[in-house]
């Protein structure tokens, strides 16, 4: 699209504001409007001026000015369904004053992360399919002081409403219980038109959807978005988390994509389908083989595994993530992969054809920035397929079920079980990230980790440690 066919298309939807966003390094997305009037066919070439020094973790205070470019070639721009007054929504890349790509920008890196595909010569084009599960709750309250650490949600599914007298209803006793939610019908699901309503709103913002589904744990939800290219795929990713989260809002509820908000249920992932493909070709297609995956395949998924830790710090970036990734509650640690089998990190999904047949990563999670997460991924699959890593498997066996003698006689890999883990495997292993995430990136990164969750986190007793560890 040029920007003389947006400015058109504005003008026949009525827009009153443009909505210009940018994502940071947590993938938080931030915006500026303008009146309609305020932007003309120019601002699309010289772009809009902010202040990256009031953006975590990006610019100083005396080097703060910056450029914020819309891009509308993708075509991804929308128009808001939740402001009151007609407002179109673009994503925008950040650049440096002199027009240069902005070496933090994540949009910016996922974009860097398709060029290198396409110079490789291993492809040229890379489509990512994420499931982003989420939670809606009736209510959150988060308590962080020096004397008291502690929070609480609240969900009419939870099984821990047995008993309870509402005020303003009456107890039906039909709930999923832990670990009970996948698949029930009403009552027991008691999200159906709230999803339905999220999918007619996704649908507004230009998204593909698929299943709707309650998921496993209680309050716990999916809806399927069609795949796409790495940008496109992270951009929507980015609508679908805002319409969630709005929607919810709207209805009196609170929605988030927090990796393990309940303890002993499970936890939501952003389980990552991935495919190269060239020529109109998929390259991880090969029939007759192991799931029909090609040895490029393979090699791409040892090439995840080989940089796990690595990987895992920005698929995986918040403490709480580790705290999904535990046996039994479908997040796997255990490196290894296997047709149809949850328990692997990696899933072959059933496919009945050439352009069905993908790789899941399962261990990803929706804390995690998702043009980031989605170009490391590519990162380390190529390095995989360049240096030929074999990964571990198959393996069609539970392994849920294995206990850690055994994980460690079968010589499989784990992923880290902290985040700290995670992050210094990220210091210890980043030269195949460099091609297109800077050495000061990756160094600003690790810091921001660091100072952000990973020390806050340990410095802070938990009602855990309260119950195991004062009256020793």
């Known amino acids: 699209m040029t920007a003389t066919e947006f400015m058109n298309e504005c003008k026949e939807k009525e827009i009153e504001f443009i909505d210009f966003r940018f994502t940071d390094i947590n993938g938080t997305w931030h915006h500026v409007s303008y009146d309609i009037d305020a932007i003309d066919e120019d601002t699309f070439k010289n772009g809009l001026p902010f202040d990256g020094s009031s953006i975590p973790a990006w610019q100083p205070i005396n080097d703060s000015d910056m450029v914020l470019m819309p891009d509308i070639e993708i075509g991804t721009h929308f128009e808001d369904p939740f402001t009151a007054d007609p407002t179109m929504v673009v994503f925008c890349d950040v650049l440096n004053t002199d027009y240069t790509p902005y070496h933090k920008c994540p949009r910016g890196i996922a974009k860097a992360a398709l060029k290198y595909l396409d110079e490789s010569g291993m492809g040229d084009v890379a489509y990512f399919g994420p499931e982003n599960e989420f939670f809606v709750f009736d209510d959150v309250k988060i308590t962080d002081k020096i004397n008291s650490q502690a929070y609480y949600v609240e969900t009419e599914e939870g099984e821990w409403n047995s008993d309870t007298e509402f005020t303003d ?4 006793g039909h709930r999923p219980g832990t670990k009970g939610g996948y698949f029930p ?9 709230l999803r339905a309503e999220m999918v007619k709103t996704l649908k507004e913002v230009g998204l593909e959807t698929f299943v709707v589904h309650h998921e ?3 309050g716990q939800g999916e809806i399927g978005v069609k795949f796409g290219t790495l940008v496109e795929a992270a951009d929507n990713v980015q609508k679908l988390k805002y319409v969630i989260k709005m929607v919810a809002h709207l209805n009196g509820k609170t929605a988030t994509f927090m990796p393990k908000p309940l303890f ?3 936890g939501n992932g952003m389980h990552v389908h991935q495919s190269i493909w060239k020529d109109g070709k998929n390259l991880f297609f090969e029939d007759g083989t192991y799931g029909n995956l090609s040895e490029m395949a393979k090699h791409y998924i040892g090439g995840i595994f080989h940089h796990a830790a690595a990987v895992a710090a920005i698929t995986n ?7 999904r990734l535990v046996p039994g509650f479908e997040a796997p640690s255990i490196l290894t992969y296997s047709a149809k089998n949850r328990s692997a990190s990696c899933r072959i999904p059933f496919g009945s054809g050439e352009k069905s047949v993908r790789i899941e990563m399962r261990f990803p999670d929706s804390s995690s920035n998702p043009y980031l997460a989605f ?3 590519l990162m380390a699959g190529l390095d995989g397929i360049k240096n030929k890593y074999e990964p571990v498997g198959p393996m069609d066996i539970d392994l849920f079920e294995l206990s850690l003698d055994e994980i460690r006689e079968k010589g499989i890999k784990q992923l880290p079980h902290t985040l700290r883990e995670a992050v210094e495997g990220l210091i210890a292993d980043h030269e195949f990230l460099t091609p297109v995430f800077s050495k000061e990136f990756i160094d600003t990164y690790q810091h921001y980790k660091f100072e952000t969750q990973i020390w ?7 009602a855990f440690e309260f119950a195991s560890t004062y009256s020793c």
């Open 169 to 172: 209803s009456y107890n039906t």
């Open 185 to 193: 019908v009403a009552p027991i699901d008691s999200m159906v038109d």
């Open 216 to 218: 496993v744990a209680q």
């Open 264 to 266: 002993g249920d499970n």
């Open 317 to 323: 970036p918040s403490t709480n993530s580790y705290k």
């Open 375 to 377: 170009a490391t991924l």
């Open 456 to 462: 806050p986190d340990e410095a802070r007793p938990t």
